[in-house]
């Protein structure tokens, strides 16, 4: 099943203005960086190009951290264990930020003086960086806290106490889709999606149990492990081997693949269908 490319790109969208905020700020950590690493900095050639060379190493590290917070997106959600999520993405961006600026400065230290870089870059250098890789970790796990608190607001329509729908991002907007038009939560790959009456697929950050909670239970069924169905696209059922239940959809709704509902869950089911 594709998932449409707009939403896709939002994903990597989540946390503007993070790119206008950062290529502004990466030459201003430089700076402070080399006021407290050199204590006599002159105006000449040499600071000059020292400070381009650190600014452009903290372009190439910043931009491999927020490629790798951005798969952590798809891979490692924050729900349902947020603590795991953030002490996981902290733990593997400062080592991969530190790693590469680490490296490259190894390389450009043979390349230009033929020799290993000094052991005070380990010592002092290297974890005053380590601390700003903390400082960036802290911006993108507050604007993904930040993002959920002006979602929760859509949420909630016109101070209703209870949800009435889920927020999703439409390019660079957040709209909310009201129960009543969702046709089918559904896990695929490394994806949760919801896909609405008129079937159109948008990506979903909370995992399929955290949905199941929230969905009304009189028009939402848990099918199986992958599958969260609205009643409203269930033409019919049959038993098939094992006391297990094919589910039939209407003729509108197509899927590529078959429903299944388990022995376990089957008695269940036919409860909710029929009532």
Known sequence: MNIDIEENLTQKEK????????????PIISAINFHLTYTNIQANSFYLVRFLIDTAQGYIAWWAVRLLIINLDTRIPFE???ARRILLQTILTTFTGVLLIALTTEALSLMIKKEWAPFHFYSKDLLIISIWFLVINGFYIGMYFYRQWKEKKVFYAQGNSKPCGFPVKKGNQVILVWFEEISMFLVD???????DSAGK???MDLSLDKIEKKVPGSDFFRLNRQVIANKKIIKGFKKIENGKLLIQLIESFDLSQDLIVSRTKASSFRSWFLN
Request: proline share 12%; no cysteine; glycine share 0%.
């Open 189 to 195: 790959a490394e994806y949760i999606l919801l896909i």
């Open 15 to 26: 946390y503007y203005p993070d790119v206008i905020i950062f290529l502004i700020a990466i």
């Open 201 to 203: 697929k948008f990506l």
């Open 80 to 82: 349902p264990d947020p």
